[in-house]
């Protein structure tokens, strides 16, 4: 079964530096791997993904994310953080079959001015 | 196009009650899925439908039904509510099922159970 792992709960950064944030995965098979992000009181938006191809992927609002296949990795980065960017970010995975997307626990994002 | 549609936006229930929540997904999409979102599991899958058939189903008791209508409409259901049922239950659409399709997400219906 696959399964997804944020280490960090809380990702803190100055407005204007750069930001990751961590995502591990486990997948039978290729795995197809998304990012999706939750401001309060609403439901979560979709940011990136990546199936096939190139390693960097680049998604919306300025974010790409690396998808490492020895590290098993797919981290989320943006050059320069803003203030709007705080907000609550999920990794997820599913395998090329019809299994379900498979959410990590989130990473809770804080920018501060 | 209009989004994902989840009624009620909130809810308030007792113990022992039974509740049934609403998902519209986006026109043309045929597939929906249910996710119950707490602070400590996070995410947990419930549901998978596509054309009116369950395709997946979660680790959750069988006070968690649903399902979908011709219209791709869906509806979950849970009887006998806990305390432990509250939380943020999230409904996503998308065009059809497998991987290449990403997921449109509701704003989702925010269950309280007292």
């Known amino acids: 079964a696959q399964s997804v792992a944020q280490p960090e709960d809380q990702v803190n950064v100055a407005e204007g530096n750069p930001l990751t944030v961590k995502c591990t995965y486990s997948v039978s098979g290729n795995p197809y791997l998304f990012w999706y992000v939750q401001y309060p009181n609403r439901g979560l938006q979709f940011l990136l993904k990546?199936?096939?191809?190139?390693?960097l992927v680049k998604g919306s609002y300025g974010f790409e994310a690396e998808f490492n296949k020895s590290q098993t990795s797919f981290h989320l980065k943006k050059p320069s953080a803003l203030v709007s960017d705080s907000a609550l970010y999920f990794c997820a995975v599913r395998d090329g079959g019809n299994t379900p997307l498979v959410f990590g626990k989130g990473t809770r994002l804080s920018v501060i001015a | 196009k209009a989004g994902v549609t989840q009624t009620p936006r909130y809810l308030i229930k007792t113990r022992g009650q039974q509740v049934t929540l609403s998902c519209s997904p986006i026109?043309?999409?045929?597939?929906v899925s249910w996710y119950q979102q707490t602070p400590g599991q996070g995410l947990q899958f419930l549901f998978e439908y596509f054309s009116e058939t369950q395709r997946n189903k979660g680790n959750f008791p069988g006070r968690f039904s649903g399902r979908q209508f011709s219209n791709s409409r869906s509806e979950m259901n849970v009887s006998t509510l806990e305390l432990g049922d509250s939380a943020l239950y999230l409904c996503?659409?998308?065009?059809?099922?497998?991987?290449?399709?990403?997921?449109?997400f509701g704003s989702g219906t925010r269950l309280t159970v007292v």
């Open positions: 996503a659409s998308s065009f059809r099922t497998g991987p290449n399709y990403g997921y449109t």
């Open positions: 990546y199936i096939t191809g190139d390693n």
């Open positions: 026109s043309g999409h045929r597939s």
